[in-house]
């Protein structure tokens, strides 16, 4: 997958989460938690679908490295790359 | 292998979302419940060509579709519903009314506040502290048991204002007698007196319909008319359950809904089982009257809490049933609903379950009966007279609560004893529902969804 197409994905599985997820002003490098008014129990949801499209399984001590959308590229490009 | 990745015992709120959650990411997920209706101690029941709801006087919690935060709209996302699927209805307006004292309150906080400006001028001011002090305080900070009688009684110093706002608060969450643990009540408050009472459209057979379908889109399946006999366990782990007739099904992890004294006999687990039985039941009665004869009675209420002894005593009762307080909830008041044919008034008490237990078959029903009309004329003294005009009328005990629910002794509240964390002697058995900690329809949810999340998602 390229960078783009996981950014997709991440923003996809965001707007399924949270169907008043807003995108327009959304700034790739600053937290999407505080950005999208997402709780933890939302963010758990990321995890979750990550792990069941691709069998990712995402420790919880790497759970900081998906805190902003670019990192959430960075970290899962290397581990999508043959998708 | 197990045949299910994972268990659910119990098709009542904190299973069916605890079971949602589970099959939505993918667990192959059975939900087996013994009655051959879901919703556990909100469900309903036919009788006579009347759907009669059981448990619900309103959901608490309301919140506009905006506030992400809100408990209810967090449920939502959780189950992955979208609030435009459901129809909800605010109340139209609450009563607590004391001997000589009443208070109003909507879902708007300042109408108590209001209220109580008026009611009790001298205590307006240490109100307005003691709210202040609740918006600051963490209700989901493990602190050991608080005292909110005391709390109160140092915030307030008005001991009937106390008692007034304790009422509703307790009667619809409190497991506990007498008094209430600080956390609890600080969790009632904002579910009561801040975000306020609604209710589904319709009756509860469609709130449980959305629930049910948006589990089995998710690939779940779910058994009627399966009472399960056993937690089958060995060499110190959870293989699956034992049904009464006999069939036994395996699961890698089990979760229990039944609470936890009856977790502890279907399993085995040692323990003072007596310890976890809450003392808290309640008979209700409802009673249906054409809606012609229905204008003589309080039409601006949604639910009246009322009290009439000198002191509120939230207990069981020494009799089997308390009808010096108790609450009057007419299911039609929300905002929005259409008339239906009859007029519905519901009246809840509290009720002793072992002098019900103890009733032989042949005198159950006319001492039933007996009280019925005791909780009915009790009922009657608040909001007018309507004995003549019912066309129907039925009312359930807490031994009819223990036999459809297992909630041991009828305790709707479960344990006042909660296992917060879930967990039992079995790494592969958890509890969820009113003995993990969450009450309420919504709060029921948000324990099947937190104990998932907790242990078996990660």
């Given at each position: 997958?390229?960078?783009?197409?996981?950014?997709?994905?991440?923003?996809e599985?965001?707007?399924?989460?949270?169907?008043?997820?807003?995108?327009?002003?959304?700034?790739?490098?600053?937290?999407?938690?505080?950005?999208?008014d997402?709780?933890?129990?939302?963010?758990?949801?990321?995890?979750?679908?990550?792990?069941?499209?691709?069998?990712?399984?995402?420790?919880?001590?790497?759970?900081?490295?998906?805190?902003?959308?670019t990192?959430?590229?960075?970290?899962?490009?290397?581990?999508?790359?043959?998708? | 292998?197990?045949?299910?990745?994972?268990?659910?015992?119990?098709?009542g709120?904190?299973?069916?979302?605890?079971?949602?959650?589970?099959?939505?990411?993918?667990?192959?997920?059975?939900?087996?419940?013994?009655?051959?209706?879901?919703?556990?101690?909100?469900s309903?029941?036919?009788?006579?060509?009347?759907?009669?709801?059981?448990?619900?006087?309103?959901?608490?919690?309301?919140?506009?579709?905006?506030?992400?935060?809100?408990?209810?709209?967090?449920?939502?996302?959780?189950?992955?519903?979208?609030?435009?699927?459901?129809?909800?209805?605010?109340?139209?307006?609450?009563?607590?009314?004391?001997?000589?004292?009443?208070?109003?309150?909507?879902?708007?906080?300042?109408?108590?506040?209001?209220?109580?400006?008026?009611?009790?001028?001298?205590?307006?001011?240490?109100?307005?502290?003691?709210?202040?002090?609740?918006?600051?305080?963490?209700?989901?900070?493990?602190?050991?048991?608080?005292?909110?009688?005391?709390?109160?009684?140092?915030?307030?110093?008005q001991?009937?204002l106390?008692?007034?706002?304790?009422?509703?608060?307790?009667?619809?969450g409190?497991?506990?007698?007498?008094?209430?643990?600080?956390?609890?009540?600080?969790?009632?408050?904002?579910?009561?007196?801040?975000?306020?009472?609604?209710?589904?459209?319709?009756?509860?057979?469609?709130?449980?319909?959305?629930?049910?379908?948006?589990?089995?889109?998710?690939?779940?399946?779910?058994?009627?008319?399966?009472?399960?006999?056993?937690?089958?366990?060995?060499?110190?782990?959870?293989?699956?359950?034992?049904?009464?007739?006999?069939?036994?099904?395996?699961?890698?992890?089990?979760?229990?809904?039944?609470?936890?004294?009856?977790?502890?006999?279907?399993?085995?687990?040692?323990?003072?089982?007596?310890?976890?039985?809450?003392?808290?039941?309640?008979?209700?009665?409802?009673?249906l009257?054409?809606?012609?004869?229905?204008?003589?009675?309080?039409?601006?209420?949604?639910?009246?809490?009322?009290?009439?002894?000198?002191?509120?005593?939230?207990?069981?009762?020494?009799?089997?049933?308390?009808?010096?307080?108790?609450?009057?909830?007419?299911?039609?008041?929300?905002?929005?609903?259409?008339?239906?044919?009859?007029?519905?008034?519901?009246?809840?008490?509290?009720?002793?379950?072992?002098?019900?237990?103890?009733?032989?078959?042949?005198?159950?029903?006319?001492?039933?009966?007996?009280?019925?009309?005791?909780?009915?004329?009790?009922?009657?003294?608040?909001?007018?007279n309507?004995?003549?005009?019912?066309?129907?009328?039925?009312?359930?005990?807490?031994?009819?609560?223990?036999?459809?629910?297992?909630?041991?002794?009828?305790?709707v509240?479960?344990?006042?004893?909660?296992?917060?964390?879930?967990?039992?002697?079995?790494?592969?058995?958890?509890?969820?529902?009113?003995?993990?900690?969450?009450?309420?329809?919504?709060?029921?949810?948000?324990?099947?969804?937190?104990?998932?999340?907790?242990?078996?998602?990660?």
């Amino acid at each position: 997958m390229s960078r783009d197409e996981i950014k997709d994905v991440i923003l996809e599985i965001i707007a399924d989460i949270d169907e008043e997820a807003d995108f327009v002003s959304l700034d790739a490098n600053a937290p999407l938690r505080d950005q999208l008014d997402l709780d933890s129990m939302d963010f758990l949801d990321i995890v979750m679908e990550l792990r069941k499209r691709y069998k990712l399984q995402i420790p919880e001590e790497e759970y900081p490295q998906l805190a902003t959308l670019t990192s959430c590229v960075n970290y899962l490009e290397p581990k999508l790359k043959n998708v | 292998m197990a045949a299910y990745q994972l268990l659910i015992i119990g098709g009542g709120l904190s299973g069916i979302a605890a079971g949602i959650r589970a099959a939505r990411f993918g667990l192959k997920t059975l939900i087996i419940e013994q009655h051959g209706l879901p919703g556990g101690l909100n469900s309903f029941y036919l009788r006579q060509g009347h759907l009669l709801e059981t448990g619900l006087h309103a959901m608490t919690n309301c919140a506009p579709p905006g506030a992400k935060r809100a408990p209810l709209n967090r449920l939502l996302r959780q189950l992955h519903l979208s609030r435009k699927q459901f129809d909800f209805h605010e109340q139209i307006g609450s009563e607590i009314r004391f001997a000589g004292r009443s208070l109003l309150f909507t879902n708007d906080p300042a109408v108590l506040e209001a209220e109580i400006g008026r009611a009790f001028p001298e205590a307006i001011d240490r109100f307005r502290q003691l709210k202040q002090t609740i918006a600051a305080y963490d209700p989901f900070a493990v602190a050991p048991w608080r005292s909110s009688r005391q709390f109160l009684a140092e915030h307030l110093r008005q001991p009937e204002l106390a008692d007034m706002l304790l009422l509703p608060l307790m009667v619809y969450g409190n497991a506990e007698e007498e008094d209430m643990d600080l956390g609890q009540f600080v969790i009632m408050f904002r579910a009561v007196f801040e975000e306020g009472f609604f209710r589904p459209g319709g009756t509860m057979r469609e709130f449980l319909d959305l629930l049910v379908q948006q589990y089995r889109a998710f690939g779940g399946e779910l058994r009627y008319r399966c009472p399960v006999e056993e937690i089958v366990v060995e060499d110190g782990r959870v293989t699956g359950v034992r049904l009464e007739a006999g069939e036994v099904l395996t699961g890698e992890t089990v979760l229990s809904t039944a609470g936890i004294p009856e977790t502890m006999r279907l399993s085995g687990w040692e323990g003072e089982r007596e310890r976890y039985v809450g003392r808290m039941s309640f008979m209700e009665t409802i009673s249906l009257i054409p809606q012609s004869q229905a204008a003589s009675l309080t039409r601006d209420r949604t639910i009246v809490f009322y009290h009439n002894g000198p002191r509120l005593r939230y207990r069981r009762p020494e009799d089997y049933l308390d009808t010096s307080w108790g609450v009057i909830c007419f299911p039609e008041h929300f905002s929005g609903l259409e008339p239906a044919e009859l007029f519905q008034i519901r009246v809840t008490n509290a009720a002793s379950y072992p002098l019900w237990k103890a009733l032989p078959a042949e005198v159950y029903g006319p001492v039933k009966q007996q009280w019925t009309e005791a909780a009915t004329i009790a009922s009657e003294e608040i909001i007018g007279n309507y004995r003549p005009s019912i066309v129907y009328q039925d009312s359930f005990t807490p031994v009819t609560i223990e036999r459809y629910t297992r909630k041991a002794e009828g305790a709707v509240y479960g344990s006042g004893v909660k296992i917060k964390d879930g967990t039992t002697p079995w790494p592969n058995l958890f509890v969820a529902g009113t003995d993990q900690g969450y009450l309420g329809i919504v709060g029921a949810m948000l324990s099947g969804i937190t104990i998932v999340n907790q242990h078996i998602l990660r």
